[in-house]
């Protein structure tokens, strides 16, 4: 593991996430939003806001998922993160995360979008946040499933397959 990556796990008290990678929830707001105010896609309240750190090394990526919620990324540290977007028309965007030229520092992935994402240099890692509004609750996750998209995107079949478990 690089040795910086192994200070933020260590120094952010990063753990395991279930689509692959490290992080840690660091902020969700007290107060909530009641379900009868919010749209039908919520079963339950949500908080307003919340946000966590995201960390990827090596050849780590985070699996093809989707949230109800928009979500926005913000760079911090490492090498750049390609994010792979599949919208609802079916579309893949290839946007990149970070630092280079031809980065952005945050990028929004609208609600119900499958995404995952990589770093690009290998031998590194990548430190980023993730803040969802409304706040996320693990009710709103989805993981992808390979042949469940594969069905739904078939002109997408490399990188799904790449990013999803078999």
């Given at each position: 593991?690089?040795?910086?990556?192994?200070?933020?796990?260590?120094?952010?008290?990063?753990?395991?996430?279930?689509?692959?990678?490290?992080?840690?929830e660091i902020y969700r707001s007290a107060e909530r939003i009641?379900?009868?105010?919010?749209?039908?896609?919520?079963?339950?309240?949500?908080?307003?806001?919340?946000?966590?750190?995201?960390?990827?090394?090596?050849?780590?990526?985070?699996?093809f998922h989707r949230l109800q919620s928009d979500e926005i990324w913000h760079f911090y540290d490492g090498s750049d993160?390609?994010?792979?977007?599949?919208?609802?028309?079916?579309?893949?965007?290839?946007?990149?995360?970070?630092?280079?030229?031809?980065?952005?520092?945050?990028?929004?992935?609208?609600?119900?979008?499958?995404?995952?994402?990589?770093?690009?240099?290998?031998?590194?890692?990548?430190?980023?946040?993730?803040?969802?509004?409304?706040?996320?609750?693990?009710?709103?996750?989805?993981?992808?499933?390979?042949?469940?998209?594969?069905?739904?995107?078939?002109?997408?079949?490399?990188?799904?397959?790449?990013?999803?478990?078999?």
């Amino acid at each position: 593991m690089h040795p910086k990556a192994k200070q933020y796990l260590k120094q952010l008290q990063l753990k395991k996430h279930p689509e692959g990678g490290y992080y840690r929830e660091i902020y969700r707001s007290a107060e909530r939003i009641l379900t009868n105010h919010l749209p039908s896609r919520y079963k339950s309240s949500r908080n307003f806001s919340t946000s966590i750190y995201f960390l990827l090394e090596g050849k780590q990526f985070s699996k093809f998922h989707r949230l109800q919620s928009d979500e926005i990324w913000h760079f911090y540290d490492g090498s750049d993160v390609i994010v792979y977007i599949i919208d609802n028309k079916g579309n893949l965007k290839i946007k990149k995360l970070g630092k280079s030229a031809e980065a952005e520092f945050q990028l929004v992935i609208k609600k119900h979008s499958w995404f995952a994402a990589e770093i690009e240099n290998k031998k590194t890692f990548a430190l980023f946040g993730c803040t969802v509004s409304p706040g996320f609750d693990f009710k709103d996750f989805e993981l992808g499933q390979c042949k469940f998209l594969l069905k739904k995107f078939p002109q997408h079949c490399t990188v799904i397959q790449r990013f999803t478990s078999k």
